[in-house]
Every structure is written in C-alpha cells, then in structure tokens.
T-cell receptor
Framework: GAVVSQHPSRVICKSGTSVKIECRSL??????MFWYRQFPKQSLMLMAT?????????EQGVEKDKFLINHASLTLSTLTVTSAHPEDSSFYIC??????????FGSGTRLTVV | KNEVEQSPQNLTAQEGEFITINCSYS?????LHWLQQHPGGGIVSLFM???GKKKHGRLIATINIQEKHSSLHITASHPRDSAVYIC?????????????FGKGTHLIIQP
C-alpha cells in the first residue's frame, strides 16, 4: 500500500532557529500534499496545501513566511519552521493524496522549541 | 464553516465489547475518512467512505449522507484497539482539498 515517510520524528531546537521537516511518498506520486498541526488534545488543523511545482495555499491565520513549504517533486514536500518560538511547539503531520483520492499520512514530527 | 462532531470523546470498555463511535458533520462532503491515531501520534487510515458501508476485519464503517452521519464499529474489541479514532471529511464547498477533522474519540479497551 501507499507509504508516506516523514522525518524527523522528533526534534528539539533552540528558539530563533529553523527546522525542516520532510514528507516523502515512497511508492506513489503525490500531486498534492497537506501539512497539519495538532496541539495536545486538539483536532488536527490544516495549515497548508502543497501542489507540486506551484506555491502552497495557506489556511487563514497561518503565516506563510514562517512556515515555508516546498513541493519540488511529486514525491517530496518540505515544511520549514523559520525562527521557531516555543509557541510553535506542536505535532506536525503531513499527508499525501494519490490519484485514488485516498489520503496517506506520515508518522508525524514532534517539535519542541526551547 | 464545516463542523465535525464526534461522540463520545472518551470511551472505556472491556475486552470483547462491541464499540460504536459516531461522527456528524454539517456540510456536503465528497468523502469521509476514519483514522486511527496511536499514542506516538502516527495516523493510519482505516476507511474512506462516500456511501453505504465498508468492512475490514473487525471494523465496520457506515455512512448516511442524507443525515450527515457516520459510525465506526469495532466488534470483539481487544486491548490493541486502544487508540484515538478520528473522523475527517472532505468538503464539497469552495474547492476545499484538505480534510476537516473531528477532535477524536479516545478509546481504551481493558483486558
């Protein structure tokens, strides 16, 4: 079945630094990838939709200059949290949509900003 | 705005019990997904539904499009079924592409 690999699974960084999270579809081409954020005991919230070769579409309230998304190929999308602050600490998860319209999720990244 | 409501929020049951988790949504959808989130955070897609009923092993998912309601059932529940079960929908409105999620149902199956 479809597999999405997300790395790293956990990262701790200092306030003010940038962190890159990778999301890779291993055995299928994902024309669309999605980035979500989940705070403790909350729903997953869509941050942005990423289409290969074009600019990401951000949801209202998500700063595009802070959360940089690159979807350079049909198998790779990256999310870079720039100038991270403690309030950015969260669980970030990507999903990729195949042509079958099913969604496959990455395993998530636990970001802690200290 | 699309709202996705799940009930119950928390459910503790004994091994072997029949489990039902409900999901209601407020707008027209193209598909509904049931997801399982493990303690580490990883998410597994269980079902994608647009009508009727699907079965996979001990899991059954049903959807009633007219009533905007779906249920996830687990038969002969087992402690390994303990997880957060999340309902997510893809809205028909505004060309929305991403999913809208419910808050999840935290299921604990006791041996």
């Amino acid at each position: 079945g479809a597999v999405v690999s997300q790395h790293p699974s956990r990262v701790i960084c200092k306030s003010g630094t940038s962190v890159k999270i990778e999301c890779r579809s291993l055995d299928f081409q994902a024309t669309t990838m999605f980035w979500y954020r989940q705070f403790p005991k909350q729903s997953l919230m869509l941050m942005a939709t990423s289409n290969e070769g074009s600019k990401a579409t951000y949801e209202q309230g998500v700063e595009k200059d802070k959360f940089l998304i690159n979807h350079a190929s049909l198998t790779l999308s990256t999310l870079t949290v720039t100038s991270a602050h403690p309030e950015d600490s969260s669980f970030y998860i990507c999903s990729a949509r195949a042509q079958t319209a099913s969604y496959t999720f990455g395993s998530g990244t636990r970001l802690t900003v200290v | 705005k699309n709202e996705v409501e799940q009930s119950p929020q928390n459910l503790t049951a004994q091994e072997g019990e029949f489990i039902t988790i409900n999901c209601s949504y407020s707008v027209g959808i193209s598909a509904l997904h049931w997801l399982q989130q493990h303690p580490g955070g990883g998410i597994v897609s269980l079902f994608m539904l647009s009508s009727g009923k699907k079965k996979h092993g001990r899991l059954i998912a049903t959807i009633n499009i007219q009533e905007k309601h779906s249920s996830l059932h687990i038969t002969a529940s087992h402690p390994r079924d303990s997880a957060v079960y999340i309902c997510a929908v893809r809205s028909l409105e505004g060309g929305a592409d991403g999913l809208t999620f419910g808050k999840g149902t935290h299921l604990i199956i006791q041996p």
